[in-house]
């Protein structure tokens, strides 16, 4: 019988080995400014056209390459950086495995100028689909040049799955500003279709978080530093006033290598315990020094999750460092560990006898009677609020509740079928408001129903309807509201500007400060920030289809106004929301799948007796 098996040839075994370390443009870039840094450069350019699709070039002024080395590199497994077992676990380098040149090279068109200081020419090697096609020597400058054009050209399956160039160059900015963070004194200039997207000159970590976060952030900044045998940690933590909705300023290093852990975070996010609000993230850009043989890098191809050896001690160092700084800048001046379970009475009130509270309850209320108004008790307020005209609502007649029940009678079968609508007899218009939700019976129940979906629901379903037929309908905002945007939100913002403004956002974006003059005018002012944080996570990092961006914009709108902290709405509101509400064809559910309306049945409320 013939043998079968045989050595797969370099090229093809690169390709494989491409897949794993080259996902997309971003990772060329990552691996190459990695490389730029371990030759020694102080000044790194990156110039890209087309979010890297047609060209990544990186230039630095580092050591160089010999001419043997600038065609040994492409080889795989071709490394300066280790040269025995041992040096895998004590690693001072980015690079080490020797797998991303010899990647790039087998699935796109590389051109690499290289000279050494101490020599006169320089090197040019041009190679594509793993085979030399160039070789000679040349006059260039000190250090080295990579041109990495066409990636993917022989990987079609890999160069479809690439996205937009708004999605592509988010994810190189994403790699450049980790890489950039990390290395404050080495100058880095990154050019985009011929526009300076960053120019960073060398300086100092305050001075790098600054100009790559924007230069408002300098007021934001606690410093942290501390210093143990087991790890140092610098670097700064954001005062929790400044805490954001998303997640964007949150940067982990160690030994300069940017890094993710969820546990680390937790740390950080203890930290801020009770200092931010919920569902608020903490911005942190923490450095860990730690001694390379207690970390492992290599758990993953791409090295953003590393181990760490002393894992629960740092956990504890992390946590009580930030606690401290916060505590030292005055943030958390009641940060006092051994008080925590006792109160701070004033002096006067010491040694004095316990008074139980009163609590004050009208015994005659009734919130189910909206008929007979008692005067003078809360019930009465309760049942004015009913009957009275607030909300721009029309008085709502009992023929109204007929309808709505008839509409919900007319809608194709789903889960609010188990709720029984036919038999009007339950219908009095009462609700219990319980912060986020609204009670009200039902013929077999209790209807809950959750308030700030609702409204996401109704008001989804309104822009909806308005926005396909005319722009939506905005107001001039009277002083225009400002927000810092990173590079990625920019780009994002302007590649929708069109679309913003049909929905009724009118901005100008200048220097990565985005004005808003104008909101639609569904929007309450109180609800823009978080309006404007729901559309940057929906459209940063998202690749939408073209036809889906509006779907995208009216939810982030739906959502901020579903989202609104707001006072107890009164019995009129409540109803109102309710109607439209049922008038809406998929009322069970929020846009994104989210359960609305939830009955609890006399069975299910009798067995909680
Ligand atoms: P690794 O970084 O893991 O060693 P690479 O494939 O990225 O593997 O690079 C292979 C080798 O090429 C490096 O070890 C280094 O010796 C050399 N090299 C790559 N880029 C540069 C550069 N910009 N300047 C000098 N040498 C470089
Ligand atoms: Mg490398």
Redesign the pocket.
Known sequence: MRDLIQLLPDHIANQIAAGEVIQRPASVVK?LI???I??GADTIQLLLKDAGKTLIQIS?N????TKN?AIR?FDRH????LKTAEDLFALTTK????????SIAAIAHVSLK?KQHDQELGNIIEIEGSKITKNEVTVCANG?T?SVKNLFYNVPARRNFLKSDTVEFNHITDEFVRIALAHPSITFIFTNNEQEVYHLRASNLRKRIVDVVGIKTNDKLVPIEESTEIVTINGFVGKPEYSKKTRGEQFLFVNDRFFKDSFFHHAISKAFDGLIQPKHFPSYFLYLTIDPKKIDINVHPTKTEIKFEEDRLIYAIILSSIRQALGKYNIAPTLDFNQENSFDLPHSMRNQPAIEPIIKVDTNFNPFNSNKPSSGSSSANFTKAIHSEGFGAKEVTPEDWQNFYQIEEEQPKNELQEIEFENPIILEKSFINQGKYLFTPCKSGLLVIDLPRAIERIVYDELMVKFVSSPIVSQQLLFPIEREFSKNETSSWLENTTMLERLGFKSTITNQTMSLNAIPTILQEESIHICIDLILENISFKEIEKGDIAHFLILSIAQAAGRKKSKANSANENEHIIEQLFQCPEHAFTPTGKKIVQTLSFEEIALKF
């Open positions: 691996e990695e490389n730029a371990d030759a630095d580092g050591k160089g390459m080395d590199c071709a490394t300066s950086k690079g080490f495995r020797g797998e991303a040149l010899a290289t080295t990579f």
